[in-house]
Every structure is written in structure tokens, then in C-alpha cells.
């Protein structure tokens, strides 16, 4: 073989090699990039949520005749407190819920004649960025009610499904709040609920959104 031709293989050679090295050089650092990115991608996702349903004790009170005594006395109540707090490590997340009222199972108190409710509900609401209480129910007859009642998102509202949600490392807590009145009638004689005893809470189950 004469020198030139030796020359052209070598140099077709020489061509051949630095192209294989280009592309494979190429294929490593998009590889490498590719790579980098569906980790990071796959880091961010992890992370845990914490949500939480903390409770005061449930509504309780007594009606007696040292408070419904005929002509002397006054109302009694009773509240109960449930608190829904959610945390993260996330970069965010979002849970719905539905609060309800649990009412006795049977009735507790009997009911006068006169028209006038004698043991009504009120139920409130405050979110993270409330600094109030809001109410959603407004002195609701319950004297002869008995079962579980939901309560609405807010006043005479129709939808039930409550949204809470928040970021990484910030806690965002809703607090609900429900008050049971038993009236006191003056010119009624109540005498007839003596001694009873009124218990009843709030409840909360987590819904998909």
C-alpha cells in the first residue's frame, strides 16, 4: 500500500474515533442531566402529612330544679371544641373534610306545648386566618331531635365539604365550636326534665376532595 493511501485510512480513522468520542461525550452529560432532574423531581415529591382531630370534652350539662325551678332560673349550657390541624414536609397538600353533630340516640327532654324551642344548637366556625368565630348555625330547635346533624360550611349554606390546606413547615388548624342551650321559660313549668342529663359532640371524617 503506498503512503498516501495509508495517509487517507489514517486520517478517515482518526475521524471516525473523534466522532464516536463527541457522541458518546454528548450521551454522557444528557445522561447526567436527565439524571440530575428526575431526582430532584423524585426528592420533592416525597414528604409526610399530619392531620389531626383534637377534642375538648363532649357538650354535658344537667337540668335541675336548682336551675329550672318555676319562676327562677335561667339557661344552661354546654360546648364542645374539635380542632383540625394539618402539617407537611411537603411542598404543599390539601385534605377536605365534613364535620357533623352527634345528637342522642333517643330524646332527652320533653317537649312543651307552647310553640317555643326549650333546647336549641349554635355551631361555629374559625379558620387559620379568622380571628374570630364565624357561626353557621343560628339557634337551631334540636328539643326533639335525635341522630347526627351536618353541619354546613357556612351560614344557611348547602354544601358540606370543607377544604384545608397548607405548604411545607406551616401548620394551618380549623377550630369548630357547637353550644347547646336548654331555655329557661319563666312562665312555664320545665319541672317536668329534672335531673336529666344532656350529652352530645362534634365529629369530623375525612372525604376525598
Not at 409526610?48 to 335541675?64: A, P
Not at 394539618?86 to 330524646?107: G, N
Request: glycine share 4%; hydrophobic share 35%; net charge negative.
Amino acid at each position: 500500500m503506498s503512503n498516501k493511501r495509508r495517509t487517507i485510512w489514517l486520517i478517515i480513522a482518526i475521524a471516525v474515533i473523534l466522532a464516536c468520542l463527541s457522541i458518546a461525550t454528548y450521551a454522557y452529560y444528557v445522561g447526567e442531566q436527565k439524571y440530575a432532574g428526575s431526582f430532584n423531581v423524585d426528592i420533592e415529591s416525597k414528604g409526610v402529612d399530619i392531620l389531626t382531630f383534637n377534642s375538648s370534652k363532649d357538650v354535658e350539662f344537667n337540668v335541675d330544679i336548682t336551675n329550672f325551678s318555676q319562676e327562677d332560673g335561667e339557661d344552661v349550657s354546654g360546648e364542645s371544641v374539635i380542632d383540625v390541624n394539618l402539617t407537611t414536609t411537603k411542598k404543599e397538600t390539601k385534605y377536605c373534610y365534613e364535620v357533623s353533630f352527634k345528637m342522642p340516640d333517643e330524646e332527652v327532654f320533653a317537649y312543651s306545648t307552647y310553640g317555643r324551642p326549650e333546647l336549641v344548637l349554635d355551631v361555629y366556625k374559625k379558620t387559620a386566618d379568622d380571628k374570630e368565630y364565624e357561626k353557621v348555625i343560628d339557634s337551631l330547635d334540636i328539643t326533639t331531635s335525635k341522630g347526627t346533624l351536618a353541619i354546613p360550611t357556612e351560614k344557611e349554606g348547602k354544601e358540606y365539604k370543607n377544604e384545608i390546606a397548607t405548604t411545607k413547615n406551616q401548620e394551618k388548624v380549623d377550630s369548630w365550636k357547637a353550644v347547646v342551650t336548654y331555655k329557661y321559660f319563666e312562665d312555664v313549668y320545665q319541672g317536668v326534665n329534672d335531673s336529666k342529663d344532656y350529652n352530645s359532640s362534634l365529629k369530623v371524617k375525612v372525604v376525598d376532595c
